[in-house]
C-alpha cells in the first residue's frame, strides 16, 4: 500500500525526504540548534536527496548493480546521521587536538569524505573533485613539496578531526550559509520559478524592450537580470531563460552564436544582481561578519554599470549590423503584462522586508509563502496541484545539489588554514608582484578565472578568498573590495573559455557553436571587465562613504563603462574603424582604475566623451573620416 503511494504521480521517496528537509528548515528558523545537530541533519538530507535525483550513471554496470550502489550510498548517509545524532553530545562538549579520537570517528570521517566527493561528482563533474583531492593529498603529503609550500603533513586521525568533527571542516563556514541562508532563497527562487515568475520577468522584459533596436537581445538580458538575482546559478538561468530568448534573438537576425553568448553573459550576470545575486555572496557575507543586505547594498551600483553597459554595446552592435527590432505583431503574441503584474510582489516584498531589518532567512521564507497566495489575487494565474508539488520537489533538490559541492569546499577551507598554506600563498604573491598593488590585483584576478574554469562560482570563490583576499589585504585593500574584487572574477569565469559553464550551456540550448558561443560572451563580458578594480581605488563603488561621493561614484563607473561598451560595440552614428575604438575604450579604462575626482579620472572622460561626441557630429555631417570604418562592400 505504501509502496503504491510512494509511486503515484508527483509523490517518491525523494519527495517525502524534501518534504522533511523543508519541515526541518523551517523548524530550526524557528527553534534555533546547536550547529552540531542543525548541519549534520541538513548535509545528510541533501546527500539523500542527491543519490536520489541523480542515480549512478555507469553503462558498463547492470542496472540492478547500479541500484545497489545508490542504496548503500543512502544508507551509509543514514549512518553518519547516525553518528552525529548518537554522538552529540560527545563531539559538542570535546576539545580539540586534547579528547581523544576513536575507531568509530575515523571511520565515519573516511565515509563522510567519501560521500561527499562522490556527491560532488554527481552534482557539479569530476574538476571539483580532482580539486578536493589535491588539497587532500596536499593535507597528508605536503612534507614532499619543495620551498614555501612544503609542511609537514597531517596524520589520519588529526585530518579526520579537522575534517568531520568540528566545525571548522565540512561542517564549517560553508554548511552553516547553506543552512542559514542559502536553502531558503532557493526556496524563494524555486517557488517563485513554479508561479510563473521567470515567464513574468521574460514577458515584462519583451514588451518593454522588444520595439527598440537590438529588442530581442535587451529583452534576454533584462529577462535573465532579473531571473538571474532570483536563481543566483548562472548555468540554470541558462536553461530556464535561454529556451525562450536564444530562439528569439535567432528569429530578429542574430546568429545562433551571438545570441547564446548573450544569454550566457546576461544570466551570468545575475550573481551579481541584488536582491539575491549568487550562492557565493551568502558565503561571502558569512566570511566578512557583516548584514547580507549590506553586501547587496554594496554590489548595486556595479550590477548596474555591468548590465547598462552590456545593454549599451548590444544595441551598438545591432545598428551597426542592422539587427532588426521586434515586430509589433510579435510583442504582442506575449502573454498581457497587466493581469499578471501582481506577480512582482514576491520579489518586491523580498526586497522590503531585507531593507526593514529582517533576516534574510525570515525574508526568503516570507516571500516563498507569498508565492502561493499572491496568484490567486486574478482568476487567470491560479495555480493548481501541478505547480505546488514542482515548487517542493525543486527546492530541495536544488538545495541539494548546491549543499553537497559547498560542504566538500570545506575541506579546501580547513586544509588551507591549519596547514598555513593561505598565508604563504600570500606572501609569495606579494613577493611575485614586488608589492606593486596592479600586479597583485592582475594575478589575483588571473587565478580566479582559471580556478573559475569548470568549478562553480560558490567553489572558485571560496578557494579564491581563501587564496587571495589576505594578499589584497595586505596591500591596504579593505575586506569588502578585496572579497568583492575575487567574487566578480570567479562569476565572470563562467564565460571565460576554455571552460565557460555558461557558454556550454547556452550553445547546447541554443544548437550553436561552443566555440564561438564561448568567444562572443567573454567578447560580451569585456565592456565591464574591468569594473573590480574601480572596487579597489574607489571606495564609493561599493556604496562606501557619504552620499555625495557614492553618487560621484555611481557617475563616473557609469560614463567610464560607457565609453568601453562604445568602443567594444564598434558605432557612434557610423561603424567606427579601430582608430577611434582604442583611444575611446582605453579613456573609459583609465577612468574606471582612477579614483573618482583625481585628475586622472576627470582628464579621462573628458577626452574620451569629447572624442565620442566629437565623433557624433561629424558622423551626422557624414564627413569622410579615418575614424570611421570603411562600408562593407
Known sequence: MIARVLRSPGLSIAFVVGLLLIAFQLWILRYPQQPLFERPVHLVAALVLLFLYKPLSAPGLSPRIRVAIDRALIAASLAILAYYLIGYERLTTRMENVSPIFSIDVVAGIALVFLLLEGSRRAVGWILVWVLLAFM?????????????????????????????????????????????????????????????????????????????????????????????????????????????????????????????????????????????????????????????????????????????????????????????????????????????????????????????????????????????????????????????????????????????????????????????????????MALSEGSIYASLALAMLGCIIMGMGLPTVAAYIIGAVLFAPALQDLGITPLAAHFFIFYYCVLSMVTPPVALASFAAAAVGKASVGKTSLSAFGLSLVAFFVPFGFVFDPGVLAQGGAAAVLVSAFGLLISTALWAIAFGGWCGRPLSWTSRIPIGAAGLLAVISPSGSIAWIAALLLGWALVIGIALLSRGHVSSPLFAKPAN
Open 137 to 429: 593529498g596536499y593535507a597528508f603529503w605536503g612534507n614532499l613539496l619543495p620551498g614555501w609550500l612544503s609542511f609537514r603533513g597531517f596524520d589520519l586521525p588529526t585530518a579526520v578531526e579537522i575534517a568531520s568533527m568540528t566545525t571548522s571542516g565540512v561542517l564549517g563556514i560553508t554548511t552553516s550559509t547553506s543552512v542559514n541562508f542559502i536553502f531558503y532563497f532557493i526556496l524563494f527562487g524555486a517557488f517563485y520559478a513554479a508561479v510563473g515568475g521567470g515567464q513574468f520577468f521574460i514577458d515584462l522584459a519583451i514588451r518593454a524592450a522588444g520595439r527598440a533596436t537590438g529588442g530581442t537581445a535587451k529583452a534576454a538580458i533584462i529577462g535573465s537580470s532579473l531571473m538571474g538575482s532570483i536563481s543566483g546559478s548562472a548555468v540554470a538561468n541558462v536553461v530556464s531563460t535561454g529556451v525562450f530568448t536564444i530562439p528569439l534573438m535567432k528569429r530578429t537576425g542574430i546568429p545562433a552564436h551571438r545570441a547564446a553568448g548573450i544569454e550566457a553573459i546576461a544570466s551570468t550576470g545575475g550573481q551579481l544582481m541584488p536582491p539575491v545575486m549568487g550562492v557565493a555572496a551568502f558565503i561571502m557575507a558569512e566570511m566578512l561578519n557583516i548584514p547580507y543586505v549590506k553586501l547587496a547594498l554594496a554590489g548595486l551600483i556595479p550590477a548596474v554599470a555591468f548590465y547598462l553597459a552590456l545593454l549599451l554595446v548590444v544595441d551598438l552592435m545591432a545598428r551597426r549590423e542592422g539587427v532588426r527590432a521586434m515586430t509589433a505583431e510579435e510583442v504582442a503574441d506575449t502573454a498581457p503584462i497587466l493581469p499578471r503584474l501582481h506577480l512582482i510582489l514576491p520579489p518586491v516584498l523580498l526586497i522590503f522586508l531585507l531593507i526593514s531589518g529582517y533576516s534574510a532567512a525570515f525574508a526568503a521564507v516570507a516571500a516563498s509563502l507569498s508565492c502561493f497566495i499572491v496568484p490567486f489575487f486574478r482568476r487567470t494565474t491560479w495555480i493548481g496541484k501541478k505547480e505546488v508539488i514542482e515548487a517542493l520537489r525543486e527546492a530541495p533538490k536544488q538545495a541539494a545539489e548546491v549543499a553537497v559541492p559547498i560542504a566538500a569546499i570545506g575541506l579546501v577551507i580547513a586544509v588551507a588554514v591549519q596547514s598555513n598554506l593561505a598565508l604563504k600563498f600570500a606572501s609569495s604573491l
